[in-house]
């Protein structure tokens, strides 16, 4: 039921640790904004694209990873060409679908229980004051309830599809969220009945 | 803090539930043409069902399991890219959205109504969202703020909706099943 965006692969980008990826994702994001010339936009796009060759991703990929933000990418471009110009316009739009690709990168070859490992094992390190297990416990309480709304949110949209109702946004949010709200406590109460918290 | 398990269950409910409504289709205005979505409707109700604290605490979960690379957004989006976007600030402006329609929640829960949960909203949901993410749409894009707020314009009427929405929601939901402690009260959260 929980999808994820992880494409499958074996390649040197797929088993970097998560943590690597990151870090390396962070600077070079902040490397292309600091030097904001034509150069580093080659000199990214370059690495870019042999990241993605690297990790045996198609253009597809790239395309649906840039695909949502299409339009207001556009909007920008426009607005651009015509308070300064043609190239200023085509410098932003190639950063930003830059940025959005190298993150994709990372999203693409590493996959959510890899980062959620990665989260888990940082927290060890953690000081004292933060919350581990209460961190670790939001976590996989979430994951859990993701389906649970899911349903939840179905069975109220049929019940109030029978009533003509299921294009009011109040009938349909009110019981969806008592209800997993009283989930919740349950849930809660289990783990308190089991001496867990 | 003091942050009981129930409180972290509540954290991770919301989350679940913004995650939830991506599923909803978008709606269109039928005037201005924007899609509006009802993600930014559980930004809203995390604050004004929970409270301040655990409210942004849920957005910050949200918008943690979107980074690493699940597709909860509408549309099907997630992955680091999201924040990278022009819009990303609006992804971070949910946080301190929630926080602060939670703050003021609670602030007036006595004596909360329709139109003060309305203007909650419109304070948090709209002015502060709109106060985070329009200078970052400014910044990245290297537009001005005035026309980066312009081309933002068309997306009020639907965020007016979802106050709107937001807001009978937040009453009802106060009437049934109160989880908000208002400031200097306390004690009623033991009534199981």
New interface residues.
């Given amino acids: 039921m ?5 494409v499958y692969g074996s390649s040197p980008l797929h088993r970097c640790k998560p943590s690597i990826k ?1 870090g390396a ?1 962070t600077v070079f ?1 902040t490397l292309v904004f600091i030097y904001n010339s034509w150069i580093t936009i080659l000199v990214a796009s370059a690495m870019v694209v042999a990241g993605f060759l690297v990790a045996g991703l198609e253009l597809r990929h790239a395309i649906i ?1 840039v695909r ?2 299409f339009w ?2 556009a ?2 471009f426009i ?2 060409m015509v ?2 110009d043609i190239s ?1 316009a085509a410098l ?1 739009i190639l950063r ?1 679908m830059l ?3 190298a ?2 990168l ?3 070859t ?3 229980s890899e ?2 490992d990665g ?1 888990m094992a940082g927290l060890h390190f953690a000081p004292s004051w933060v ?1 581990k297990e ?1 961190i670790a ?3 996989s ?6 389906p ?3 349903t939840v ?1 179905n069975e109220v949209r049929d019940a109030q599809k029978a009533r003509g109702m299921d294009r009011n ?2 009938a349909l ?2 019981p ?3 209800r ?6 349950e ?3 289990a ?2 009945a089991r001496s ?2 | 803090m003091g942050m009981e398990t129930r409180d972290v269950a509540y954290i991770a409910l919301f989350a679940a539930i913004v995650a939830a409504l991506a599923v909803f289709p978008p709606i269109t205005l039928p005037l201005v043409g924007v899609p509006i979505t009802a993600q930014s409707l559980g930004v809203m109700l995390a604050g004004g069902v929970l409270g301040a604290m655990r409210g942004g605490l849920s957005l910050i979960l949200f918008l943690v399991l979107v980074a690493i690379g699940l597709p909860l957004l509408s549309g099907g989006r997630g992955g680091f890219g999201v924040f990278l976007t022009p819009s990303g600030g609006f992804l971070i402006g949910w946080i301190f959205s929630a926080a602060a329609i939670g703050f003021l929640t609670e602030r007036f829960w006595l004596k909360l109504n329709f139109g003060i949960a309305f203007g909650i909203c419109v304070i948090g949901g709209i002015v502060l969202l709109y106060a985070i993410g329009i200078p970052w749409v400014a910044y990245a894009a290297e537009i001005s703020v005035w026309t980066a707020f312009t081309g933002s314009l068309p997306f009020i009427p639907g965020d007016i909706i979802k106050c709107l929405i937001a807001a009978t929601v937040m009453v009802i939901v106060k009437k049934s099943y109160p989880i908000i402690v208002p400031r200097g009260a306390g004690g009623i959260h033991d009534n199981v």
């Fill in positions: 929980l999808t994820d965006l992880y990151i994702l994001c990873s949502p933000a207001i990418l909007a920008i607005v651009q308070m300064a200023l932003i930003f940025l959005i690709l993150a994709s990372v999203t693409l590493t996959k959510p980062f959620v989260i919350p209460n416990l939001a976590i309480l979430c994951l859990r309830f993701i649970l709304v899911r949110l946004f109040k949010l009110v969806l969220i008592v997993t709200l009283k989930s919740a406590d849930v809660s109460q783990i308190y867990l918290d």
